[in-house]
């Protein structure tokens, strides 16, 4: 009886010790992310609008978008018409600065037209610093969450050597996207290739267009239009493309003044517009996708927001 027990004794703890690493093994597999599931997801957000600071005209709203800019953190964006009308060092110093400027440390510029009225838009150049990229080019690249990729280019092609591939910048773009790991791509200017209304296309920036496409871009911003306006995912042609193409959002919504109220195109494409509404947009960017809220100054109800996933 006594041989027998310690039969037994050995017996339930070897199975024992057998059931410890299959125990450890799925406790394990528990504590792993599901395939495809990052352990941690980094949101990132990008806020801001273009056609921003007069410091005689829009009765003050640049100082009210930029209240609305202090209270979202992370990057601040700009679409370009920094400051009205030229782009002096005095009206950046005095219209852009008390406002927006505020924000400086964490703002990623793009340059507009009305910046080029003043010295080859030196004044900008000066203001922002290598926060703008390289002097007198306006165009450059950053990083923002675990995934995204944002390109700022300069869409005053007649001021930086043109904007098709063989171009100085069409040459960058072309290498920055090459060279880009991330998964997802944001690029802005300040002209939009296509906007509601008459003669407001801007088919010079197709070129760009058309590499960021190639790079499988997600979204793209402009301003230069005083309005908000938002498109369908669309090809450089102007096509729908709900696999392929670019969502492109214009936001010339920052506080200098309003549009006259535009003759409405039957344009498919063309899915929000809003004339008359001051306000920024804010992009929350995600590790496979992103959504974005129009966010009007207090006192105006018009608001647009949705989400989409990355290509």
Not at 194 to 207: C, E, H, Q, R
Request: charge should be positive; proline fraction near 5%.
């Amino acid at each position: 009886m006594r041989v027998e027990g310690m039969k037994k004794t050995v017996l339930l703890l070897a199975s024992i010790a057998a059931a410890v690493p299959v125990a450890c093994g799925a406790a394990a597999l528990l504590a792993m992310p599901l395939a495809g599931q990052a352990a941690t997801t980094k949101t990132a957000t990008l806020t801001g609008a273009g056609d921003i600071a007069s410091c005689t005209e829009g009765r003050g709203l640049h100082g009210a978008t930029a209240k609305l800019i202090g209270k979202i953190r992370g990057t601040v964006f700009t679409l370009g018409d920094n400051a009205y009308e030229s782009g002096t060092s005095a009206e950046f110093d005095n219209c852009y600065g008390p406002t927006w400027g505020k924000y400086k440390a964490r703002t990623r510029p793009a340059v507009g037209n009305h910046e080029y009225n003043t010295s080859g838009a030196m004044p900008y150049f000066e203001y922002f610093g290598r926060r703008a990229g390289a002097p007198g080019k306006g165009y450059y690249s950053y990083d923002r969450g675990s995934s995204w990729h944002v390109v700022v280019l300069n869409s005053n092609c007649n001021e930086v050597g043109g904007c098709t591939e063989r171009s100085p910048q069409g040459r960058w773009l072309s290498n920055d996207l090459a060279n880009n790991p991330s998964p997802c791509t944001l690029a802005y200017f300040h002209h939009p290739l296509y906007a509601s209304g008459d003669n407001w296309d801007t088919l010079k920036v197709k070129p760009l267009w058309s590499m960021l496409y190639k790079g499988r871009a997600e979204v793209i911003l402009s301003g230069h239009a005083h309005r908000y306006e938002r498109y369908a995912r669309i090809t450089p042609g102007g096509q729908k493309d709900r696999h392929n193409g670019i969502r492109q959002f214009i936001v010339g919504t920052g506080g200098k003044g309003e549009d006259e109220p535009q003759q409405g195109k039957n344009d498919p494409r063309l899915q929000v517009r809003k004339v008359g509404t001051v306000g920024v947009l804010r992009l929350s960017l995600r590790a496979d996708s992103y959504s974005w809220k129009f966010v009007p100054v207090e006192g105006e109800s018009f608001t647009d927001s949705g989400k989409d996933r990355c290509h």
